[in-house]
Every structure is written in structure tokens, then in C-alpha cells.
T-cell receptor
């Protein structure tokens, strides 16, 4: 079955720790994204990547880092510099990004991060 | 800065009734998406609207796009409890091909 997987489903972090959230897709999609969702809010873009070894900051990139070494994988690290990381994190992917294509994104199940 | 506004933010409706959710956006776009999110779950794609006047229907939900008015609507017909969820619209600005900007969501509760 094709799809997007995220792990872990729940993650607890102590203050000052870095943690890495996993996102893997087997849809052969070029583009991948990380979003943050706070309770009762919409989604805010953290980082996105259009191709391997390239990524761009979204609206709220401070305190986060990513890598894109493989097409299938786009891990997100929440660093100690992120002051309020407790949130629901969603990974998404889409086929490709061109000016003439549309950008229907497909989402993984999410990781709920809580800072203790 | 692109702004995407949904209203209402909260909606309680009786089963069997009709209602419309509105999505206004502030920049030129002919690509708009609707998603559904159940509590604690991820987002599920509902509709992709790619041109002015586009209309898509699936079951009791119908979405439309008016690019001149910068407005999309999600119409619910004869609501049932299973439609209770949060609905998001997302806009893909013309020529950006980069990212979607999401509205804040409309939390729909269908009451028996």
C-alpha cells in the first residue's frame, strides 16, 4: 500500500533536548512538507523540499531543522531553540511542484509532541 | 501576505439541515483545496478546484470556486452525524507552485 508514515505517534521531550520526527513516503512524490498544528488552529508550514538535497524555510522555521538525503524521507528535528514545541506535527507530500501543476498534498497520520 | 479566512469557525447544525461554509482569500489563485480532519487525526483530501466556476460534489458535500470573488464554498446538504469534523480550505497562489496557505478551519458538529 502506498502512503505516508510518521513516527512516533506520540513523543515526549524534556526541555533542552533535540528530538527528531520521522516521515517516510512510498508514493514516489517529489515534494515533501512539514506543518505544525496548534489546538484549534490551522496548519503552518515549517519547511518544504522539492527535490533531494534541497529544502526551503516555511513561515515558522526557527528552532527546526530538516534534511532530504533520500526522496522517500524528510525527517524534522525540533531543536532546543524552539521555545514552544508542544503541537501536532504533520508531514505531507505531493507529486511535483511546477508553475503549471497543482499541489494536492497528502498527509501522514501525524506526531503529537509534548514538552515535559 | 496571503490571508485565507473561513467562516464560520464553529458550526452546530441539526441532522437533515443544509448549510454553507465560506472560504475567502486575499490573492489571485485558481487552485483551491478542501480537506477534512477528524479529531486527533490527519487531514483527508476532499476536493481539488482548479478553475473559475469549478464545482465538485461527493455525497452530501459540494464545493465551488469563484476566482473573481476570491471565494470558495463548501455546501452541506441534509447533514448527517458522520459529517462532524473540522474542514479546512487551502489556497495555492497563482504561479507560486510552492506551498499551500490554510484557513483556520471550520469545526462542524452535526446534532441528532
Amino acid at each position: 500500500d502506498g502512503g505516508i508514515t510518521q513516527s512516533p505517534k506520540y513523543l515526549f521531550r524534556k526541555e533542552g533536548q533535540n528530538v527528531t520526527l520521522s516521515c517516510e513516503q512510498n508514493l514516489n512524490h517529489d515534494a515533501m512538507y512539514w506543518y505544525r498544528q496548534d489546538p484549534g488552529q490551522g496548519l503552518r508550514l515549517i519547511y518544504y523540499s522539492q527535490i533531494v538535497n534541497d529544502f526551503q524555510k516555511g513561515d515558522i522555521a526557527e528552532g527546526y531543522s530538516v534534511s532530504r538525503e533520500k526522496k522517500e524521507s524528510f525527517p524534522l528535528t525540533v531543536t532546543s531553540a524552539q521555545k514552544n514545541p508542544t503541537a501536532f506535527y504533520l508531514c505531507a507530500s505531493s507529486i511535483r511542484l511546477t508553475a503549471s501543476s497543482y499541489n494536492e498534498q497528502f498527509f501522514g497520520p501525524g506526531t503529537r509532541l509534548t514538552v515535559l | 501576505e496571503l490571508k485565507v479566512e473561513q467562516n464560520p469557525l464553529f458550526l452546530s447544525m441539526q441532522e437533515g439541515k443544509n448549510y454553507t461554509i465560506y472560504c475567502n482569500y486575499s490573492t489571485t489563485s485558481d487552485r483551491l483545496y478542501w480537506y477534512r480532519q477528524d479529531p486527533g487525526k490527519s487531514l483527508e483530501s476532499l476536493f481539488v478546484l482548479l478553475s473559475n466556476g469549478a464545482v465538485k460534489q461527493e455525497g452530501r458535500l459540494m464545493a465551488s470556486l469563484d476566482t473573481k470573488a476570491r471565494l470558495s464554498t463548501l455546501h452541506i446538504t441534509a447533514a448527517v452525524h458522520d459529517l462532524s469534523a473540522t474542514y479546512f480550505c487551502a489556497v495555492d497562489p497563482t504561479g507560486s507552485a510552492r506551498q499551500l496557505t490554510f484557513g483556520s478551519g471550520t469545526q462542524l458538529t452535526v446534532l441528532p
